[in-house]
Structures are given as C-alpha cells and as structure tokens.
C-alpha cells in the first residue's frame, strides 16, 4: 500500500519526472518532512545484498519499503492508476513532499530516503561531499532550448535584454543546486566570467529568489515554473529574458546502499517502469495532470497551471543514456574548474542497468538520439 507523508505542499526544483520548479525550505533533521518515513523505524528492508553489477531481481520481498522524494510523478501515479498496479505488485511505497538537492541530500544522511527526483547537479554534489549515490532514471524535454525549465528573472528597474548585459549585475548563486550551474553556463555563454558580476550566494528556498528580485538584493536570478507568474504577479515592473541553454536534465538518484539492497532494488526496477509509464500519461493528459499536479499540489490557479505546462513542454524517454552522461560530465567538468572540486568521472554515479528497463517501458515511444 502506498503510504503518502503529505498530500499537498511545495515540491522542489527540477526534478526527475516533469519539472518541479519551486523549493522547500531545508529543515532540521529532526524536523524533517518525512512522517510516514519515519514511522516505519527502520529502511524496510530484510537487507539482502546485490552487487552492484548483478542483474536486478524481480521478486520484491514481502516487508520492502522503498522511501521516495518524487512528488510530481507521485500525483502522475495517482492520477493515472498506475499507483494501484504498484500496489497489486506489492511494491510498497512511502513517499515524502520533497525533492531536489539540498532536502534529499540531508534525508540520505539521516537515512530517511531512499531515491529522490532532481536535477544534475545534486548528483555531484553528493559524490563530492561523500555521499553515495546512483542515478537510476533519466528523461529529456522534446525541444529543449524551446522550453527550458528556467528563465533569468530581472529585478524591477534593471535593464538586461540580452546576456552580455549581465556585466556589472548583482546575480543570486547558488553553489550546490542546478540554478548555480546555470549561472555558470550562463556567463560562460556571455564570454564573462565570475569577476565581471557579482555572485550573492543564497540558497533557493522557496521564493527566495522572487524576494530577492523584488527587494532589488539581486538584480538578476534564475526562475522556473510556477515562481515565473508569481513573479509576474507580485512585482509587475520586472521582467523575465531565455538563456539559450539546454537546462532540462531529470534523474532520479538513489542512495547506494539502497540500489545494493535486493528487495529495495526489485521495487525500483517496478518503479522505474511505472515512473516511464507515468511521464508519458502525463504527455498524453496535460489537463488531467495539471489539475493532479500544479493545482492540487503545487496550489496554482487553473490559468497558471496551463501555463506552467506549456513552459514545461514535453517529455521523452531516450532510447539510451550515452547525450545525457556526456553533458552530465561537462557539468562536472565545469565545476571542478569554477568551484574547486576534485576531478569526477560520472560514469561511477550512473546505475545502466535501469537504462533498458526504462527505454523498454516506453517502448516506441522514446526519444531517438536525444541530441544535444
């Protein structure tokens, strides 16, 4: 049975099914968002091992409990039906009401989560700060420089119409989420570099960045989703410009030791197959899902929701991962360089073996080449 730790609530940045874009703030540990996590006691599991190069198991042990951070495939799953073919199954899930790097990165330190649905970068990050981690799930935007997940917001009053305008400007960074490699990209793009702006590093929670913007604290941030109107409509005198970057990479990571776990990797291996199954529900019921997802969960307005889609675009299944672990590199690759981290081949954070359960789950329906 699957058991939800909330029904409602803000879900986080980019994740791994269509793009969450707002945050929630990280709380302690003690306080942290995982009720129906935390109840269970322990990771609800027999602790089974499984190699990390075996092939995955069918059969979930009866008592397996996987514990994810995935809240808008979760409203899809529910949505769709296909929540209660999990459930016949007997993959028993407890999900949590977050997502993204920071908050999943905290929960697999305290053991409270198993997977979580993000971005690139939180995968990384994790590798850097000694945390193990694997991407288990990987999709793509159909036409992704016509739908990125982000826009640059420009605070009231400031003029930035293009990307060399950025010179001089005060921009909102931050390090350890997929809106500072953003800004990396983006000033890398510009042919600028960190000394010619001024990066204030704050965290994205929320809508900081839409505060921050309104206050004239920045003059530039990085905005996705539901936090674009809610700009609009809170601060009429900004504005918002394209960056002409590729921004649209969606996993879903899982601690190690969870993938290692043989009846915990027997439950992803369905869950990876329901989450395919799930995205392109979601292709082919935009309105259903707007309604389960960005209205219901997200709080949006019916206008708002149909907006917020449309930005999103649609979503793919490549055919294999090859586009996805080179650009995934080069962003490792250009953090190392403009933020002093240890060399990393991100080979060692991809699991492959989900690669062919999920193109074979979308079946005729993936993305052919996923060109870069």
């Known amino acids: 049975m699957s058991v939800s730790s909330a029904e409602t609530g803000s879900a986080a940045n980019a994740a791994g099914g269509r793009r969450t874009r707002s945050w929630i703030a990280v709380p302690a540990l003690a306080a942290l968002v995982l009720p129906g996590v935390a109840a269970c006691g322990s990771s609800g599991s027999d602790g089974a091992q499984l190699a990390l190069t075996a092939a995955l198991p069918d059969k979930v042990p009866s008592g397996t409990v996987l514990r994810l951070g995935d809240p808008s495939v979760q409203a899809a799953l529910k949505a769709s039906g296909l929540q209660q073919e999990l459930d016949d199954q007997g993959v028993d899930i407890q999900y949590a009401n977050l997502s993204g790097g920071p908050e999943t990165i905290e929960a697999f330190r305290a053991d409270k989560l ?20 694997k991407i288990v799930f990987e999709s793509v935007t159909i036409d992704p420089l016509k739908h990125p997940i982000y826009q640059l917001g420009i605070a ?5 119409r293009r990307l060399a305008d950025l010179k001089g400007k005060k921009i909102a960074y931050s390090p350890g989420q997929a809106q500072g490699a953003l800004v990396l990209r ?9 000394d010619d702006v001024k990066l204030v590093e704050m965290t994205s929670t929320e809508d900081s960045y839409v505060t921050a913007l309104g206050s004239k604290a920045v003059d530039v941030a990085p905005l996705g989703g539901a936090l674009i109107p809610e700009y609009a409509a ?11 970057i590729r921004d649209d990479a969606s996993t879903l990571y899982c601690l190690t030791s969870s993938v290692q776990d043989a009846g915990k990797a027997a439950a992803l291996k369905k869950y990876v197959v ?8 979601e292709n082919a019921h935009p309105d259903e899902y707007a309604k389960a997802y960005y209205q219901d969960v997200e709080g949006l307005d019916e ?16 055919a294999n991962w090859d586009n996805a672990i080179d650009r ?8 190392s360089t403009e933020q002093g981290h240890d060399k990393l081949d991100v080979a060692t954070i991809v699991d492959r073996r989900f690669e062919k359960i999920e193109a074979k789950a979308a079946a005729g329906d993936v993305v052919r080449g996923d060109a870069s």
């Open 303 to 318: 206008a708002d929701a149909k907006t917020t889609l449309e930005q999103d675009g649609t979503r793919g299944i490549p």
């Open 156 to 160: 009231p009053g400031v003029s930035v």
């Open 114 to 133: 198993d997977c979580g649905s993000v971005a690139d970068i939180p995968s990384l990050f994790a590798a850097w700060t000694g945390t193990s981690t």
């Open 274 to 281: 329901a989450r395919t199954k799930a995205l392109l529900w």
């Open 186 to 194: 983006v000033l890398k793009q510009a042919g600028l570099t960190k």
């Open 328 to 335: 995934l590199q080069e962003t490792a690759d250009l953090l």
């Open 234 to 244: 809170k601060y009429p005198g900004g504005s918002t410009i394209y960056t002409g």
